[in-house]
């Protein structure tokens, strides 16, 4: 048997098996990619929009650390939402809303309302044209021009972020959503997908930790009793 494993047959056998599975592998997440593309364009027909993959054009952000704009599948978005169990009291803010995917999604439950925090202005011209296209909203929507660093936040109850930028800016939004939960004190939910600085909420004091969604990709906490 040992003769065997040390022959050149066996060897090459071995390699043709490990490069076919990462062949198979690499075409599998291909075509669960191309899926969840088509998926995603049809369903923006369905709501009237487009929000589509695009890249940053210019970071005017304080801390000078937008991230590339790229939107979260449906598929994932809908899960967040339906564990969120949002009511009419409830106020979804995304903070470095792209094109608006998320705010439209979350848009169509019956909410308070639903606000779309952007600074680049392309993404906002976009975002602005979706909020007129828009077929299905259940709920007042507002699109602001804003730095999310400095946004005043005192009516959101449920913060999204889909990794929008980086761990300046994240701390400085993180500090702003504390204080204003010690100024209004209120049960609220922050909601991160693509959570690169993770560390941040988990290090928070005021912030415990709820539930994993998508396969660790969505990480949700809720602030401390006020």
Known sequence: MDDLKNSLVYKLLREFKNLFLQIWMAFYWQILRISTIYKDHYEDKRLGI???????????????????????????????????????????????????????????????????????????????????????????????????????????????????????????????????LEKSPRRAHTVYYCPQYRYLFDEAPWLEFETELNNGRTVIWRNKKP
């Open 50 to 180: 487009e929000t589509g993959e695009c890249q940053l054009w210019r970071d005017n952000s304080l801390h000078r650390d937008m991230i590339s704009h790229v939107p979260a599948p449906y598929a994932d978005m809908r899960r967040i939402i339906d564990y969120l169990k949002m009511t009419p009291e409830d106020v979804f803010i995304d903070l470095g809303c792209g094109k608006g995917r998320a705010l439209f999604v979350a848009a169509s439950e019956n909410l308070k309302k639903a606000i779309g925090v952007e600074l680049d202005e392309r993404l906002l011209a976009v975002a602005g044209q979706n909020l007129q296209n828009a077929k299905t909203l259940n709920c007042p929507v507002e699109i602001v021009a804003h730095d999310a660093a400095t946004y005043n936040i005192d009516l959101g109850t449920v913060f999204f972020f889909y990794n929008p930028f980086g761990h300046n800016t994240m701390a400085k939004v993180l500090d702003n959503i504390k204080f204003s």
